[in-house]
């Protein structure tokens, strides 16, 4: 049994030598917020997504892991909904296929599962042209969204040792509880209104910055 | 004829289609009815209003006879509304009690409702009889999607 196991790790150990793995980056997905802060749908929000990548047994295919952190808040589009104020951690993990074009420039896409976490905290407003306007709060913690996500992409090797990632992307998914609706739900990205304000779908698009790390 | 199916059905969907009331989402009104007006309105006057507008644009359309009605805002910031009546020769007041809700509706957003007062009084009057009525400004359950009455609210029956 003992020989077994260890003859196990050790070829495991081999084959991981072999292959590489990277850690990456996406900041730039905050930057609309900051920059068009007047017209985009959300503002001054911070948005960091690491990444982990690791290329599998198989050739031309890879393990994509992703973190995410979102915090900030909503752009007034309605008079009566004036802010949304969003906190959120997320995960996903995909299996990913790459096709080579040149040894420059890589295609690739991959799909799998997406999982979020999210609390709001958000106001909403009556207007009351008689008497004065009514503000009242509104409070979601704990916020569970499952979905799936869809990319396909491109890489750019830059320097040694160093990727660029470029991702068009779509996710959907399903809140498990949605007392209010909310305009931006993190991991998902804008959410459409109706369904029971339980249906999210966004597309996106995402800049990564990789470093090989074996 | 086949072809034709899936497009009545659609159009049949389409009609039998049937919606959430949200009510009026916004600044709530109760109506009240005047009986047996014989002095004529001058003017109404809204105790801690910020614009008497609404009001008076109501007075400007002509108050035809001795029974007629008038459309008054709620406030939303508190749970009474005193309005004050003057007549040639006479004045009134009159206070309206009610509960106010605000909460989410699925297919809404954030809506407003006007309800009963659980306890104490319902309003102060000092016309000779008054009679209040409390109807919901939303609708439950499910609407036609075309031409539902909106909720009746609020209605208050006054005699000088």
């Known amino acids: ?214 | 004829m086949k072809n034709l199916l899936p497009v009545i059905l659609m159009l049949t969907g389409m009609i039998v289609q049937s919606c959430a009331d949200c009510g009026p989402q916004a600044e709530l009104s109760a109506t009240i009815r005047f009986r047996g007006d014989s002095l004529k309105l001058d003017s109404v006057y809204a105790l801690h209003a910020v614009s008497q507008e609404a009001i008076t644009r109501q007075l400007k359309d002509a108050l035809n006879g001795s029974n007629y009605q008038i459309s008054l805002p709620l406030s939303l910031t508190s749970d009474t509304t005193t309005y004050v009546f003057r007549f040639t020769g006479q004045t009134d007041t009159l206070s309206i009690y009610y509960q106010r809700l605000f909460r989410y509706k699925g297919g809404c957003g954030f809506i407003n409702d006007a309800l009963e007062p659980t306890s104490g009084s319902h309003y102060y009057s000092t016309f000779s009889k008054t009679n209040i009525h409390y109807g919901t400004y939303v609708l439950p359950g499910e609407q036609p999607w075309l031409g539902h009455d909106p909720g009746a609210g609020i209605v208050i029956n006054v005699e000088l």
């Open chain 1, 1 to 214: 049994m003992m020989l077994i196991g260890v003859s196990f790790i050790t070829q495991a150990q081999d084959t991981l030598a072999r292959r590489a793995s990277y850690i990456g980056l996406d900041v730039i997905n905050s930057l609309p917020s900051v920059i068009f802060s007047k017209g985009y749908y959300i503002r001054n929000s911070a948005i960091i997504e690491p990444y982990y990548l690791l290329d599998l047994k198989k050739p031309g295919r890879k393990l994509y892991l992703g973190a995410g952190f979102a915090t900030g808040s909503t752009h007034q589009y309605v008079d009566s909904d004036p802010s949304q104020a969003f906190r959120g951690t997320y995960v996903r993990a995909a299996y990913e296929v790459r096709r080579l074009r040149s040894t420059r420039r890589i295609i690739y896409g991959g799909y799998g599962p997406v999982i979020a976490i999210a609390g709001y905290d958000g106001k909403f407003r009556f207007k009351g042209p008689t008497f004065g306007d009514y503000e009242g709060r509104f409070k979601e913690t704990n916020n569970v969204a499952l979905g799936v996500e869809a990319y396909f992409g491109f890489d750019f090797k830059l320097a040694n040792n160093w990727l660029l990632r470029l991702t068009f992307r779509n996710v959907m998914g399903r809140r498990t509880k949605a007392d209010t609706y909310v305009q931006y739900f993190p991991g998902f990205g804008y959410t459409p209104a109706g369904f029971n304000n339980r249906f999210l779908y966004s597309g996106g698009l995402s800049l990564q910055i990789h470093y090989k790390i074996r």
